[in-house]
């Protein structure tokens, strides 16, 4: 797996001013009725990329993915895929192949009749169709369940069938509505290697619709966060938590702390930044806010110090009481509550069995954390 | 709940089905009376039985019946599906609820209203009675529990397998054909068999529509039964009621069966 692991950490096309983007949606409008699914959207996706669109229901990805499916057409713009206009093309006809939420596995087939069902269609040769069959139930792993119905196998089971489906004819996009939306978390957290390790066997291109942020997070090369039918960003999973570009989506992908204020003082990218109640952030890179301008301060809570006595050194030293505490196992969670009343919530991994620093309830404690650990949001 | 047997429960049970089949188990009875008095028991014989094939006049009505009744299923079930198809799947025309309002108003129609104004549209298009004004109203008043059954089945049709086969390259008439017509089909026949059980015990819209040539076995033991009860028209209702009963007893079976055999692959699967 070593191989398929460089090819992964190398490719960022996105980054190459001269790679073609495979899929593009160009200005995409989609409406029903009074309702604006899709709002002016411009996105691309690039051969071979496992992209995510990740959002709340509603936000229009599912939309978005039925769009390049065939089976809603938009109301302005234009989808491109491999610099082929798609506009008018029927989903028969389209070289993209879905695997749906419900797997929508044809009930009175088998396992092998449904995964050989699109093959059929494009009037494949009958011995060349066994052949593919037998390959993709490899692939999945289900050669002894070949000849059972969908009602007789389980949900994990269906879910491979559905995807040895979609991927048998090959196509040159793979689309997935929640794909493991319905399995339960421990098979999912399986599942979601699985469909890594079988993007990069195929080579294929990968669009999948999720509301789960982990999820988008564990398979993805990039994710676009999408949020009343518009791109709120496009990015890396790393980027995306750590660099977020607005508040939504600082506020929609994992847990942070948002410290609402003015940028008081620049310095070069070093700012202090003045919040509510007398509290000075100082930060070494404010980005492009100028002094003045009303911003937020984000920071993760894992990149939270809490400590019952006050550290000696530290570019931001806040004294607060301890208001709440969650212990997980792997680590716990502190909610501290500063001075001017705003909580702040702070995690730490628990390395060891035993809390050297041991924090109770009410206890009086510090948080500390470096000039670089937090983002300067202006949106 | 209690569940044990008391003797309301006993009472109740055999009081019930008493006043349901009570009337069917004394026409099975004397449909075996030796004596021609239909109300007095003469003894056992099977001689009306034979005697009820050698009556050309019943087998003739018999005959019109199963005729009518294969033909206007098979024609209702075909429309039915066809308007519960179009009821289901274009949602957005004007005057949907309308329109699925008036399918169902056949099913609450008085049989005499729809026999009469069947009446009276065939006489104004000057067609003819007989055999085809019969299995033409035999369809129209059947259509609709056909669409009403399978109308019912669509509602809960997942269509994202006809999304689903269209991804994969099936056009939509081979889609339908090969996917959406398979799923549906246990309803389609379901429906089938109700428009040829409602064809063939209809009296009321045949004797409105029917003519010279075309008459129904119900018709034929009503007519007959004016003229008085013979031992040989029980014999005729006893074999009725035989053919439904082992009609449906079989369907419940199969049923059964296969409700047992999918709950135990079901669990089979989540084992495994």
Redesign the interface.
């Known amino acids: 797996m070593k191989s398929l692991g460089n090819i992964r950490r190398d490719f960022a096309p996105w980054n190459q001013p001269d790679a073609k983007p495979y899929i593009q949606f160009k200005n995409i409008t989609k409406r029903f009725g009074d309702f604006t699914a899709v709002n002016n959207l411009s996105l691309s996706i690039y051969e071979r990329e496992f992209f995510a669109l990740l959002g709340a229901s509603g936000c229009g990805k599912s939309t978005l993915l039925r769009m390049l499916a065939g089976f809603e057409e938009p109301t302005e713009g234009q989808i491109l895929l491999d610099g082929q206009d798609l506009r008018g093309i029927p989903p028969y006809r389209r070289p993209v192949n879905m695997m749906f939420q419900s797997y929508a596995l044809f009930p009175h087939m088998t396992v092998e009749q449904n995964i050989a069902f699109g093959l059929k269609q494009d009037g494949m040769p009958k011995a060349e169709i066994e052949q593919r069959v037998a390959d993709m139930l490899k692939l999945v792993k289900l050669g002894q369940f070949a000849k059972r119905k969908p009602h007789q196998l389980s949900g994990g089971q269906r879910q491979r069938v559905a995807l040895a489906r979609a991927v048998a004819k090959r196509p040159k996009v793979l689309l997935l509505d929640e794909p493991l939306g319905a399995l339960d978390k421990k098979l999912r957290e399986e599942t979601q290697f699985e469909l890594m390790d079988l993007q990069q066997t195929l080579g294929l291109t990968f669009v999948v619709v999720t509301h789960d942020q982990e999820e988008a997070m564990t398979m993805a090369d990039r994710i676009a966060i999408l949020d009343k039918g518009e791109v709120m960003q496009v990015a890396t999973p790393a980027e995306v938590y750590e660099a977020p570009g607005s508040r939504f989506v600082a506020d929609f992908v994992g847990n942070i702390n948002m410290f609402e204020g003015k940028v008081a003082d620049r310095n070069g990218a070093a700012a202090t930044i003045a919040g509510a109640n007398g509290l000075t952030i100082r930060t070494a890179n404010a980005g492009d806010a100028a002094a003045g301008t009303e911003v937020a301060f984000a920071i993760r809570p894992e990149k939270i110090k809490v400590s019952s006595k006050k550290p000696e050194s530290g570019d931001n030293v806040m004294e607060g009481e301890i208001y709440d505490i969650a212990y997980l196992g792997d680590m716990t969670i502190f909610h501290v509550q500063l001075g001017n009343g705003q909580v702040v919530k702070a995690s730490s991994l628990n390395a060891t069995r035993a809390t050297e620093d041991p924090l109770s309830w009410d206890d009086k404690a510090w948080i500390s954390f470096r000039n670089d650990a937090g983002v300067v949001l202006t949106r | 709940m209690n569940s044990s047997w008391s003797r309301f429960n006993i009472t109740a049970i055999v009081l019930g089905f008493a006043f349901l089949y009570l009337p069917i188990v004394l026409l099975v009875i004397f449909s075996f009376n030796e004596s021609k008095l239909v109300t007095v028991w003469g003894g056992f014989s099977t001689k009306w039985y034979v005697s009820l094939f050698h009556n050309q006049g019943l087998m003739d009505a018999a005959w019109v019946t199963i005729r009518v009744g294969l033909i206007s299923a098979t024609l209702a079930t075909i429309l039915g599906t066809l308007a519960a198809l179009a009821l289901t799947r274009y949602t957005r025309f004007r005057g949907r609820v309308l329109f699925s309002g008036m399918v169902f108003a056949p099913l609450v129609m008085p049989e005499v209203i729809t026999g009469l104004s069947l009446l009276l549209l065939f006489v104004a298009v000057g067609l003819d009675r007989g055999f085809v004004t019969l299995t033409l109203a035999h369809i129209t008043f059947s259509m609709c529990f056909v669409a009403v059954v399978v109308q019912s089945r669509l509602v809960t049709f997942?269509r994202?397998?006809e999304?689903?086969?269209?991804?994969?390259?099936?056009?939509p008439v081979?889609t339908f054909f090969q996917?959406t017509l398979?799923?549906i089909l246990p309803a389609i026949i379901s429906g089938w068999m109700l428009a040829f059980t409602l064809s063939i015990d209809d009296l009321v819209i045949s004797s409105f529509t029917s003519g010279p040539g075309a008459t129904t076995l119900p018709m034929k033991i009503y007519s007959q039964v004016r003229l008085g009860v013979t031992p040989e028209i029980n014999a005729a209702c006893t074999i009725l009621i035989g053919i439904v009963a082992v009609g449906v007893i079989a369907a419940s079976l199969v049923n059964k069966q296969r409700e047992v055999q999918?709950l135990r692959?079901?669990q089979?699967?989540?084992r495994?």
């Open positions: 997942d994202s397998l999304e689903a086969a269209m991804d994969l390259g099936a056009p081979k996917i398979p799923v999918r692959d079901e089979a699967a989540q495994g």
